[in-house]
């Protein structure tokens, strides 16, 4: 038995701070007092939460790819849909992926060129920090190429039959025929989600005015219906809303993807406490806890036993602390085991990498779950550092880009360059990890890194630069889409100028 949340048990000082307090006073405690004081001991015990945890167990789980391709052009800012058309698209984008928790989803932002925002994932916090950190106001550009989103979106994903979602006001063109037959020759299901209205709106400019056009006239963007023959030629629907938009997915459903993924399911036992908590406030409530108060005893004891969980849990960290900073990894993997939390598996997936073993690894970040975006954010990059180790290079691209959405590092961006065109299971000159450098070696996401070498990001950057993989000497360059620059943006400065890129469309945009 552990505790899930054994830092509650700070309060059970209380008690003797009272007891002292009492005593000076002269206090006098009564029966129905010790009774009320051991319910509020139990309500303690309660949140901290006493678990046994159980064995991890493999579920099988099938789901299809969805792709969603994001109109970003400076027409997404009217108001004809409120409070604006890009705004009610990153409403239904979120409300899509947290229905859905079974699909992978990958996001493509585009207007007269397009780009990856994110790989194809089912991490549906990664995808909801990524719509909240677009920010139209760093977006210019007032052309739209859907032709670049089909492209884009045939290569993401491996299925046959690409599920494709364009969120868009209908872009500029008067007919999508060249679109419409590279949909169809590349079997994309392609399906619209309009965010216009036939009336149209202006558009916002600075100070307040409205957008002008180059001969001095209001701009007016309306909704454009020509792109509907893509979703009609691919069998595909045009919908208005998030309801649309689920029903859409439903009913294409295709199952693109099977795979087995862990879940561990703790017993819980914070209900015999609470128990206890309630018996024990109803008796001192009552003259009943008189006449039984000698028991109380065989009470205590249950309290002692649970919060004895917590004590072991402080010493079981201790004791993989002290043996990590030893560079006894193997130890260190062995006591963080013997704790369940997210940190603890964190902690022990840093060990496990330390010592090789770059699976177990693996599975140990898979656990390591957490609503903040800074510290998913680290064990992506550690992910991604595994599955370097593995030869899972595209693998290693995805777990770098992630890490990269939620929180720009220099040493992501560094890794994801240096393997951006490395082909699976390549040969490298992979030295033994210890100079590898962690986004965070272990505990909290505030401790220190350590040298790099050679002004890099990470040592994984120097021994590919040296490897034994037939590239030595030369230089590797990335994929632009996939390319983030330094910045500390929501987005990176790199993703806005990818985003903001120019073409002819920018003379006359509507």
């Not at 602390?321 to 840093?350: D, F, I, L, M, P």
Request: with cysteine; hydrophobic share 40%; net charge positive.
């Amino acid at each position: 038995m552990t505790l899930h949340n054994p830092l509650w048990l700070i309060l059970l000082v209380i008690i003797p701070l009272y007891s002292i307090v009492a005593k000076r006073q002269s206090w006098r405690m009564d029966v129905s007092q010790k009774w009320l004081i051991l319910s509020i001991v139990f309500i303690i015990v309660a949140l901290a939460r006493p678990i046994i945890p159980q064995k991890p167990t493999a579920v099988e789980e099938v789901g299809q790819d969805v792709i969603l391709a994001l109109d970003l052009s400076y027409s997404m800012r009217g108001t004809d849909v409120a409070p604006s058309r890009l705004e009610a698209a990153k409403k239904i984008l979120i409300q899509t992926v947290r229905s859905h928790p079974h699909d992978r989803f990958g996001v493509i932002g585009f207007t007269t060129s397009a780009i990856v925002l994110s790989p194809l994932t089912k991490d549906t916090q990664l995808l909801e920090h990524l719509f909240g950190a677009l920010d139209e106001t760093q977006i210019i550009t007032k052309g739209t190429s859907v032709m670049g989103a089909l492209e884009l979106s045939r290569k993401m994903s491996q299925a046959h039959h690409p599920l494709l979602i364009l969120l868009t006001d209908g872009g500029d063109e008067v007919s999508y025929t060249k679109e419409t037959q590279f949909a169809i020759d590349n079997n994309l299901r392609v399906n619209i989600v309009m965010l216009a209205s036939r009336n149209g709106s202006t558009l916002p400019a600075q100070e307040g005015n409205s957008l002008k056009d180059e001969n001095g006239h209001i701009v007016v963007s309306a909704r454009n219906d020509a792109i509907n023959e893509i979703a009609k030629a691919t069998e595909g629907k045009v919908v208005e809303d998030v309801w649309g938009l689920r029903g859409v997915i439903n009913k294409s459903r295709i199952d693109d993807f099977a795979g087995n993924t862990s879940v561990s399911d703790n017993k819980e036992l914070f209900v015999y406490p609470l128990s206890m908590a309630l018996i024990a406030f109803v008796l001192a409530m009552t003259t009943l806890g008189e006449s039984i108060s000698r028991k109380i005893v065989v009470v205590l004891a249950f309290v002692g036993l649970s919060a004895n969980a917590g004590v072991l849990d402080f010493t079981y960290l201790y004791w993989a602390s002290n043996h990590y900073h030893q560079k006894n990894y193997e130890e260190s993997a062995h006591w963080y085991g013997r704790v369940e939390s997210t940190q603890a598996h964190y902690n022990r997936g840093n060990a496990l990498y330390k010592e090789g073993k770059y699976q177990d690894a693996l599975t140990q970040y898979q656990q390591s779950k957490s609503n903040n975006p800074l510290f998913k954010s680290q064990v992506y990059y550690n992910m991604g550092n595994c599955f370097v180790r593995l030869g899972e290079f595209e693998n290693g691209r995805n777990a770098f880009l992630k890490s990269l959405t939620l929180n720009y590092t220099k040493e992501a961006d560094e890794n994801l360059r240096f393997i951006a065109q490395v082909k699976e299971k390549k040969s490298l000159n992979v030295r033994k990890e210890k100079k590898d450098q962690f986004s965070k070696d272990e505990n909290s996401p505030t401790g220190e890194k350590k040298e790099a070498k050679q002004g890099g990001g990470s040592n994984m950057k120097s021994d590919m630069a040296s490897g034994g993989g037939g590239d030595e000497g030369k230089k590797v360059q990335s994929d632009p889409r996939l390319s983030m620059s330094q910045g500390k943006a929501k987005l990176s400065s790199r993703q806005y100028e990818l985003i903001n890129a120019r073409s002819v469309h920018e003379t006359k945009p509507w």
